[in-house]
């Protein structure tokens, strides 16, 4: 029996992939982000922020928090923020999907909408100019060392002792990098010869939650010497693993997650050996609305 939802955020499943790889002696596995409670991998780096930023007097239910996203983040900060009973303001790109937007708003959270042509850069210099008036506190995912630190201490363990320590490989989609910050941190900690995947897009693709950034707006948490190497997917390729998670394998799960899955496939087929996790960091659910799986 639990006592919050919030207990409820981590300890995902870990699941084998049985028909999109199939390679005798090298097992690729799956880790489902999408079993947290607010449907993303973003449930632990948002419950790590907020609940971090409370202990040490950062903020408190009078603080107006303010952040900018593309959309997982902002769904956990809107439903971890109205637990504590705390005033959030998120700000995304008006080309997101509709279902993230109503799913912020269930939450309680006010959601703010600008120009889709300016990305969420557009989205974070907004924010950015209202923590400056002074009125808002930003939690700020890209520059947080909270967010890293909830995947050392809960992901990178996680995998490492599911997989009875025989991880060899982590393939992770890089957003704000949290995620690959956190659980290589802690991998290599363990075994330094664990190698470090991360996923990009090609430079003509978009793929909603993996990004190339420009080097104005590259997450301040982001430490290249933590990857070992880059794969980069193009958005085709990204839909179509979306497709195959779901037709083959019963994984329901969004862009990025199915761009992960193709940099891990097109890895073990270089690989004679080895156990490869990769991330899917959300539910297929919150894309009904695009044209993902039409």
Known sequence: MNESILDLVGNTPLVKANRILQKDGVDLYFKLEGQNPGGSVKDRAAFNMIKSALERGDISKETKLIEATSGNTGIA??????????????????????????????????????????????????????????DYFMLNQFGNDDNWKAHYKTTGPEIWNDTNQKITHFVSSMGTTGTIMGTSTYLKEKRSEIQIVGVQPTDDSRIPGIRKWPKAYLPSIFKPEKVDRILEVSEKEAIE??????????????????????????????????????????????????????
């Not at 005033?87 to 708003?105: A, C, G, K, Y």
């Open 77 to 134: 900060l809107a439903m971890i923020a109205g637990i504590f009973g705390l005033n959030i303001e998120l700000i995304m790109p008006e080309n997101s999907t509709v279902e993230r937007v109503q799913t912020m708003r269930a939450y309680g959270a006010k959601v703010i909408l600008t120009d889709a042509d300016s990305g969420i850069e557009g989205s974070r210099d907004y924010a950015e100019d209202k923590v400056k008036s002074g």
């Open 241 to 294: 693993m979306s497709r195959r998670l779901a037709e083959e394998e019963g994984i329901f799960a969004g862009m990025s997650s199915g761009g992960a899955a193709a940099a891990a496939v097109r890895l073990c087929n270089e690989l004679e050996s080895g156990l490869v996790v990769s991330i899917v960091c959300d539910r297929g659910d919150r894309y009904l609305s695009s044209e993902l799986f039409e």
